[in-house]
């Protein structure tokens, strides 16, 4: 069995070598190799963070890689992902790669300092390699995702770009101010979608905020709910408090509570019963008539706790 360190011996270019570049599987497992693969050349010396850390990103996925990491014979490493992706054979020089462990690579990696990957967001701390990638996922510069639940939207950024990205693509109302008074009207309120009915953004104390109003079904029953979104950070959030109001007919129904970020999923924040959940049958209450028709009237305001 050839060392565990090989990895650092190794220079791509070496005469005689039969190494391939790294590409993308096909439908059987195979990879296809289209552009040369150069591995850092450890020959240098492993003078600068820069330089091993590239050595610990993977060739398949290019993602940095995490114990277990492994290797070839030959000395090629990839992630323990992708070994499973390409069905125990070496995309690179086609060995069997069995269960060798890179040892020596991981122990590097252990040492190594970098920076979050959203330091160009405004972060600036520095991680060793092993908790890098715990704190970018918790990581307050990280992107939001898009609020808007009516699709799958894919669009992440900071609060100012998806901002504009709702305006413009999802042409979603903007208005200022702390207090609403919206009306909600549906010609056939016996037909309830899990769909979101609206998504508004106040603009309010400087920040932005997202009153969803959304119709699905809860426990075989169909409700509406209307809540209301932080779009920042939950600390932040905790600062605020909402109340929401529905009323007609000669009945009310009053909400009060703390704004979720959009951190938390509109899902989550619907399945957590987060906010004023209104049955069907009330309503139909609240709008009179002859219950051939939905008109619901939801007031509401946002403050700031002292």
Known sequence: MFPVSRICMEDPKAEGSDEEAPGTLNEFGN??????FSAPAVKRGLSSTSSVHELLECPICTNSMYPPIYQCPNGHTLCSNCKLRVHNQCPTCRHELGNIRCLA??????????????QAMGCLGIF??????????????????????????????????????????HKVDMHDGCT???RYVK???HEVENATWMLTIFNCFGQHFCLHFEAF?????PVYMAFLRFMGEDD?????CYSLEVGGNGRKLLWQGVPRSIRDGHKKVRNNHDGLIIHRNLALSFSGGNHQE??????????KEE
């Open 31 to 36: 990879v296809h190799l289209d552009k040369p």
């Open 105 to 118: 690579l991981e122990k590097v990696a252990g040492s190594l300092e970098l920076p979050c990957k959203h």
């Open 128 to 169: 060793l390699y092993y908790e890098k990638l715990k704190h970018e996922q918790s990581c307050k510069f990280r992107p939001y995702n898009c609020p808007y639940a009516g699709s799958e939207c894919p669009i992440t950024g900071d609060t100012q770009m998806i901002i504009t990205h709702l305006r413009n693509d």
């Open 180 to 182: 609403f008074n919206h």
């Open 187 to 189: 010609s056939n309120p």
């Open 217 to 221: 079904v809860l426990e075989m029953a």
């Open 236 to 240: 932040e959030a905790k600062k605020f």
């Open 294 to 303: 939905l008109k619901l009237r939801i007031t509401g305001r946002i403050w």
